[in-house]
């Protein structure tokens, strides 16, 4: 059997960089969707799924942390990949040809700086991947497209400029997530995730931080949403840094467990190393 790790986007996003950065001896599967993602992977198609949870320049991903916790799937890995950008055109083409430069919207702004020093008119696109497979079938000469450098090298595309962003601290954190849990020690810095609803008492929420106040454990994520659209069921989605078996962080999810009506951990695993 092959194993397969699936991503959301067209072959050459930057989802299909973090599964070849992650998993670089698995066949990379794409999906149209999130939902298509956790599918995959329930089905069988898929070993694991490489989903996009925040970005440091976008905040968080859309729909994601409602989704996470109903895949049925864990969390087993991070991936933290910078999002480089290059710039690329069909075989032949010079960069003093292009007019007009595609790539996702959220691309385009990040490379204003290069994009008005050459004179080159910003076009928007579904996605940046999928803007790369329809030049090269095209043919076009005075369209570039900005992507990743995978994409150029997917589609047969030459690449007229690396790294033109104009920041370089661009990055979005992934998850690998599988159907079976992984909740040994696998490294020295590890991270659990984990969501919960706190009970109906005043200061709940105040009172089940107070755990890992008390007991030094570093929540490095607390975020809140809705559940079933309801104005008065709140979920909270949170990261900290430690292993459930650690004795503080052990002591500080026992008192949270105290004030919460549902406590459910996505997932234990090593800290990527461009965490810090």
Avoid: W
Avoid at 35 to 63: F, H, Q, W
Avoid at 99 to 107: C, N, Q
Avoid at 246 to 254: F, Q
């Amino acid at each position: 059997m092959t194993h397969r790790i699936a991503f959301q986007g067209e072959p050459g996003a930057y989802s299909h960089e973090a599964c070849h950065a992650a998993r670089p001896e698995m066949e990379a599967l794409p999906c149209r969707t999130f939902e298509d993602v956790i599918d995959a992977v329930k089905s069988g198609e898929a070993t694991l799924a490489m989903l996009p949870v925040e970005n440091s320049t976008y905040g968080r991903v859309a729909d994601i942390h409602r989704l996470l916790p109903e895949s049925g799937l864990h969390i087993v890995d991070e991936v933290f990949t910078r999002v480089r950008i290059s710039m690329m055109a069909n075989p032949g083409v010079r960069l003093e040809n292009v007019r007009v430069a595609r790539a996702h919207m959220v691309l385009l702004p990040q490379a204003k700086s290069f994009l008005v020093k050459h004179g080159i008119a910003p076009e928007s696109s579904v996605d940046s991947a999928g803007a790369a497979a329809d030049l090269a079938a095209s043919g076009e000469r005075d369209v570039a497209v900005m992507a990743s450098e995978l994409a150029a090298e997917i589609y047969g595309l030459n690449i007229l400029a690396r790294d033109i962003e104009d920041h370089g601290h661009n990055t979005t954190r992934f998850l690998v997530m599988s159907p079976e849990a992984d909740l040994g020690r696998r490294s020295d810095d590890m991270m659990t995730t984990f969501v919960f609803q706190v009970r109906n008492i005043p200061a709940a929420l105040y009172k089940a931080m107070g755990g890992f106040a008390t007991n030094g454990v570093n929540m490095t994520k607390l975020e809140s949403y809705m559940v079933d659209g309801s104005f008065t069921a709140t979920q909270f989605y949170a990261d900290i840094e430690g292993h459930p078996e650690d004795p503080a962080v052990a002591r500080a999810l026992e008192e949270l467990a105290y004030f919460t009506k549902e406590l459910r951990i996505l997932g234990v695993y090593p800290a990527d190393h461009k965490r810090h």
